[in-house]
Structure formats: C-alpha cells, structure tokens
C-alpha cells in the first residue's frame, strides 16, 4: 500500500496531491511545497479564507489540481505546530495531518503525500498517519467509499533503508491497529468468547510468525485450573469463557514482558444491569484483550528480540438464571477470595485471573489493559488513557505512549483506598467507594500481582470513538494501545 518515490509531486499520475498548510495572517502558506505551480500557490495566499481554509489542525479541503497531474490537490491544516519529528509532538503533528487526509479522501484509489521528510523519522510519521487513516470496517455493508488503495510518500531518500524499514514497521503497527478495531466493531453477537479465540487462531496463523503459539483454555480447563474470575463472570452466558494465551518467543530473548487483557465480549452488567441507553457500546469491552493480542502478533511480525506474552481473559457479562449475584464469592486462581458486590464491576475479576497466571511464568513485567472503569471518562475523558501501577513502569509506559503518539496520563495509586475494598466475609471486595473509582480499582489489582512490576493501563474512554472522527482516528474502536504496548515491548529489546 505504501511506496516511496523522489518524482516530482506535479507529475505524479495520482487521484491526489496531499500537501501540509498553515495559517498566515489570513491567508495560508503551503510547507515545504516549493514544487506547487504558481497559480496553486497564489490561490492559497490570495483566496483561502473564501474558500474557507484556515490551516487549522485537522482541517482537510480539496482543490482543483491547476497545474499538476492529479486532479486534486488536497491540503491539509497542521496549525502553528512543528513538523519536526524529531519531537514526539512534531511526529504526532505529522501523523494526525496525514491521517486526516487519507481519513477524508476514502473513495480515491491513489494519494500522494508531499510533506517535507528531512529523515527516516518523518517518513514513518508519514506512513503511520497515512495507514491509520485509511480504514473502514465493512464486515456488514458494502462501502460506498472504501479507503485509500495506494499511497506514495514523496521523499528525497526513497531508497534509504532506515526509510525503508521505517515504513515496512509502520505498515506492521497499522495491520495491528486495524486488526483490533475490527475486533472492538465486530458484533457481539459474532464475537463471543470461543469466537473471539477462533480469531486470534486465525490471526497467530497468518502472521506465520517464528516462535509464535497460542494456548486456549476452555470452560473445563478453567475450572480446573481454578480461575474463579473468569468462570464467575462468564457463568450467566450461554456462551462459556475462554482464556486465551498468546506467547511469542524469540531465540536469545533479551526479556520477557507479559501482557494481561480484558476481554469481555459484551458488557451488560450482569444482575447489576446497566442502564439502556448507551449499552450499544458496551461491545467495545473487549479492546483490551485485542490490543493484547495485536500487539503480540505485531511483536512477533516484527522480529523483536523480547519474549511477549499475552493473556486474554475473555468472558460475556449476561444476566440469567445462571449468573453470579451480588454478594457471591469467588476464589481467583491463586486461592484468594472476592467478594463480589456488584457484577457489573467485572473486568477486575478477570483480570485478577489473568494478572495471576501471567505471574506464574515470572515475567521481568506485567502489563495489563482494561476498559476498566467509567470514572476513567470523569477523570480523563475521551481521549486520555491512564495508567498506573509500580511507579518505574507506569513512568515508562508514558514514555512509551509519549513516543507512540498516544496520550496517557500517570494516576496515584493511594493506600487509603484500599480500606474501601474490606470485605466481612471474603480477601477483598470487588468496589470500594464511589469517589476514586478509577483509582480504586487499580488498588484492587495490585493485590494480584504483590511486588512485581506491573502497570495498569484504563482505556475505557478512548477506546470506543462514539462522537466524530478526528485525525487518523475512525468513528468506533479506535485501536488505543497497539502503539504504546508495542513501543515498550521495543525499548525492553
């Protein structure tokens, strides 16, 4: 999909020309696009606030290609920032600039993208916004537009190998991307647990990855194994749970990094039902465990010279006559004991099991990422995820995100919460207190994972978009976590 040439942008044989503007006074000026004819270039001085261009971040207009081959030149607003992506932020300027872009121009089948690439660096930001940008998920319905086919990235070093491999890793991050917002659109109805396994079956054979496996344990093995989280929340669904493990193993790994995902296919609450309205949503529970296993995959795609394994704790929150009630006790694989006293507080009780076998097999990290919380949106919103956990991880996590282009803020993880958790009856309660929820639970997984090192990763807000598409970011599963798990695992390496 994406190619690298050092042609001219005004003679290439393309649908679109894509070039990057900012704001000047009120007009705009095209960057790093000397190329442009001057007819292009005095109708963006002279004529941009008539037709309604400002260069304003996000901000994609067309116009007629005057002058050059394709047809359309297409500009795209990066605002006063950098576009040095030599800086986290001037790469993420890059990224979003061009996902817009290749997000708005669904319908073409080839675009050229003619930012100024001075180094490897932006040719990736290029190429990563490019791919993440161009998605649609049509499981469905036909599309009327489908995405971008064919994209070229105009830069002087088209035959550099960092370029080059630059955009081979970034076409492995955007299949990881897509590969789990299809899992977080997919119906739940389609997307079960023993669904959900079939298709990280399918996924480990076609990445045909060396050093790469996949363990499921079913209902029984569950039982067996004792994993009373998982088996607790899944028993109202007349579809069982599953826990999945994914395990990449390269030959003289330099460590090993243990990943732990929700993976609740549909969320409904269970006896403590949730409300209606919204419950649409609640499809998206499962992003957790799909980034897990994207990630791993991707990990593996890539050749990394770490050991990742991930755990997907996949269950179906449903109330029957068979689901567990508020006031039931679990035992979590490990012999401790819960309290559950609201089962739509589920995903910490998966999550405990997974957390547990991951530990088993001493992984120098643990990592886990969970839509866990609706406190996470109160405190953070939409687009902010959080993290929290032993505070050396959670610091590197963040700067794993900073470097990914996702945003992720460290959160507290205060000891006086714990108290919130006491049960008369059991270990620990599965909540506490209303004020703190988000941080509350982080506490309650804590006390799976004693002093390892660990991070907890919240992503319940951004992981679904419900309001409208922004940069290379789609309306419904957004793909939130590929990019940082997978750019940890690599600074492990």
């Known amino acids: 999909m994406i190619a690298l040439t050092s042609k001219n942008p005004a003679q290439l044989a393309v649908d679109a020309v894509v070039v990057a503007v900012r704001p000047r006074g009120t007009a705009v000026v095209a960057v790093g696009a000397e190329w442009l004819p001057k007819e292009l270039t005095q109708t963006l001085l002279r004529d941009a606030a008539r037709l309604g261009i400002t260069g304003a971040v996000d901000e994609v207009r067309r116009l007629p290609g005057a002058g050059i081959k394709a047809a359309t030149l297409v500009v795209t607003g990066v605002g006063d920032k950098p576009l040095?992506?030599?800086?986290?932020?001037?790469?993420?300027?890059?990224?979003?600039?061009?996902?817009?872009?290749?997000?708005?121009?669904?319908?073409?089948?080839?675009?050229?993208?003619?930012?100024?690439?001075?180094?490897a660096a932006t040719v990736a930001a290029v190429a990563e916004g490019?791919?993440?940008g161009a998605y649609a998920f049509s499981r469905y319905h036909a599309l009327h537009d489908a995405p971008v086919g064919q994209v070229e990235i105009v830069t002087e070093r088209p035959r550099d190998r960092a370029a080059q491999e630059a955009v081979a890793r970034a076409e492995v991050i955007a299949a990881a991307v897509h590969a789990t917002r299809d899992l977080v659109n997919t119906a739940p109805n389609d997307l079960y647990p023993a669904a959900f396994a079939d298709e990280a079956k399918a996924a480990v054979k076609a990445a045909g990855a060396k050093g790469l496996k996949i363990t499921v344990l079913d209902e029984k093995a569950l039982a067996a194994g004792g994993y009373g989280g998982i088996l607790g929340v899944g028993q109202g669904s007349a579809r069982p749970p599953r826990l999945v493990k994914v395990a990449y193993a390269p030959?003289?790994?330099?460590?090993?990094?243990?990943?732990?995902?929700?993976?609740?296919?549909?969320?409904?609450?269970?006896?403590?039902?949730?409300?209606?309205?919204?419950?649409?949503?609640?499809?998206s529970d499962m992003a957790g465990a799909a980034a897990v296993l994207h990630t791993v995959v991707a990990a593996a795609r890539l050749g990394l010279p770490v050991a990742v394994t991930g755990w997907?704790?996949?269950?179906?929150?449903?109330?029957?006559?068979?689901?567990?009630?508020?006031?039931?006790?679990?035992?979590?694989?490990?012999?401790?004991t819960v309290e559950v006293l609201n089962t739509d507080a589920e995903g910490r009780l998966v999550m405990a099991d997974g957390l547990v076998a991951a530990l088993e097999e001493k992984p120098d990290v643990v990592v886990d990422i969970a839509t866990l919380t609706g406190a996470q949106m109160v405190a953070?919103?939409?687009r902010v995820s959080a993290v929290m956990g032993t505070e050396d991880v959670r610091d590197e996590v963040v700067s794993a995100a900073t470097a990914s282009g996702e945003q992720f803020w460290p959160m507290p993880l205060p000891e006086e919460l714990r108290?919130?958790?006491?049960?008369?009856?059991?270990?620990?309660?599965?909540?506490?207190e209303r004020w703190g929820g988000m941080l509350s639970a982080g506490v309650f997984l804590r006390e799976f994972v004693g002093d390892a090192a660990w991070a907890h990763l919240d992503i319940a807000g951004p992981s679904f978009n419900e309001k409208a598409a922004h940069g290379y970011t789609p309306v419904g599963g957004t793909g939130v976590g590929v990019r940082t798990l997978l750019s940890f695992v690599e600074a492990r390496g």
């Open 84 to 119: 040095d992506a030599g800086t986290p932020e001037g790469a993420e300027t890059v990224r979003r600039a061009v996902g817009a872009a290749t997000r708005e121009l669904a319908g073409l089948t080839s675009v050229a993208i003619a930012l100024p690439t001075p180094d």
């Open 419 to 432: 108290a919130g958790l006491k049960s008369k009856v059991a270990d620990i309660a599965n909540i506490g």
């Open 251 to 283: 030959s003289r790994a330099k460590a090993h990094v243990a990943l732990v995902g929700k993976g609740i296919t549909f969320d409904s609450g269970g006896i403590s039902i949730k409300p209606a309205a919204g419950m649409e949503a609640m499809k």
């Open 130 to 132: 490019a791919l993440l």
């Open 312 to 336: 997907l704790c996949l269950a179906e929150n449903m109330p029957s006559g068979t689901a567990q009630r508020p006031s039931d006790v679990l035992t979590i694989r490990g012999g401790k």
């Open 380 to 382: 953070l919103g939409y």
